[in-house]
């Protein structure tokens, strides 16, 4: 029998698995904000905005790399998580059974591990966001919102269209439903 603790992991990896999905999409068709393109940045960038001579809207070219690690994390702890069977036996991910019970073992291994570096790279990422509150520039909000103080030499936001929003996120959630389903071939 299934414990709670388990049921919860499970469905808040699937709800993770949706946002993720989400997210990548947004990240092409979203706002001017939110798209890849506009907060991956080279090393140039990034010394620019370690030497105070960074102008722009959005994620600093250092928040950039932090997001897309993060990102990556998640992306890896998810995938892992659909292939993952625990020690026990009590749960196998959906896709479990597509693998060896050796493969699944050393996945769970990894899963394991990779779980220890997400928090590693939330807490990094909390530090951040706590060093620029103290330092009198609150990001809370506008992560929420999407909306902060500008520099007037900075490029204008231009924001996602709430439509294509909703198309992301069902295209999204189909996409998980057919992951939990076992992922099963077409017409079938």
């Known amino acids: 029998m299934k414990s709670h603790h388990v049921d919860w992991h499970i469905w808040s990896g699937i709800a993770i698995l949706t946002l993720l999905l989400f997210r990548l999409m947004w990240g092409f068709v979203g706002s001017s904000t939110a798209r890849w393109t506009s907060f991956i ?3 140039r960038a990034v ?3 370690l030497r105070g001579r960074w102008v722009g809207i959005g994620h600093t070219p250092l928040g950039g790399l932090s997001v897309v690690a993060m990102f990556l994390l998640m992306c890896t702890q998810v995938g892992l998580g ?3 069977e625990d020690e026990d036996g009590l749960y196998a991910g959906p896709l479990a059974n597509f693998l060896s019970p050796d493969t699944t073992e050393k996945i769970h291994e990894l899963h394991e591990l990779n779980f220890k570096l997400l928090l590693g790279l939330i807490v990094l990422h909390v530090g951040a966001i706590i060093y620029y509150r103290v330092r009198g520039k609150p990001l809370t909000m ?9 520099n007037p030499a900075a490029p204008q936001m231009r924001p996602g269209k709430w439509w294509v929003a909703l198309i992301c996120l069902g295209i999204a959630f189909a996409i998980s439903r057919w992951v939990v389903a076992g992922a099963p071939p077409f017409g079938s």
């Open 82 to 84: 659909v292939f993952n």
């Open 41 to 43: 940045r080279g090393p």
């Open 142 to 150: 506008p992560m929420i919102s999407g909306r902060g103080a500008t």
């Open 47 to 49: 010394l620019d905005f």
